[in-house]
């Protein structure tokens, strides 16, 4: 991939039509939250979705995990709905359970962490909201 913060419409689709199981991270429970709802689209369009927050035990009758180690299954994207501070630790955990791909949703940024899982060999979308850009590409 390219910069991940200007990521080009190329790259883009192949990550989006390739990948099958997403891993939202800081999926809530509430269905006014936009990670709530866009994990909902993206359950709907297809994806296996794995919630992950260590507050919630079930969302929608699926567990939710703790952490990407306790998914048990391979992990195509880390859809991140966390705070940018946050992202360095997830890029760890990333990197650590194999992960192909993080993306951070709009205004979740951290360079230096996504140049690191970039380093490692992660496909890196940076502030970007996966469903505005699914839709727009006609995944």
């Known amino acids: 991939m390219t910069n991940p913060l200007v990521p080009n419409d190329i790259d883009l689709h192949d990550l989006l039509s390739t990948a099958q199981t997403i891993a939202v991270v800081g999926h809530s429970d509430n269905p006014g939250r936009t990670s709530y709802q866009i994990a909902g689209y993206l359950r709907a369009v297809g994806y296996t979705i794995y919630p992950v927050n260590p507050t919630v035990s079930v969302i929608d009758g699926q567990p939710s995990y703790p952490s990407l180690a306790a998914v048990a299954a391979p992990i195509d994207i880390v859809n991140v709905f966390r705070r940018s501070e946050f992202v360095d630790g997830i890029v760890t955990e990333a ?27 992660l496909h890196v979308v940076m502030n970007r909201c996966i469903k505005v850009e699914h839709v727009r590409l006609g995944v």
């Open 95 to 121: 990197i650590a359970v194999g992960a192909k791909a993080i993306w951070t949703q709009l205004g979740v940024i951290d360079e230096a962490a996504l140049q690191r899982a970039q380093d490692t060999g």
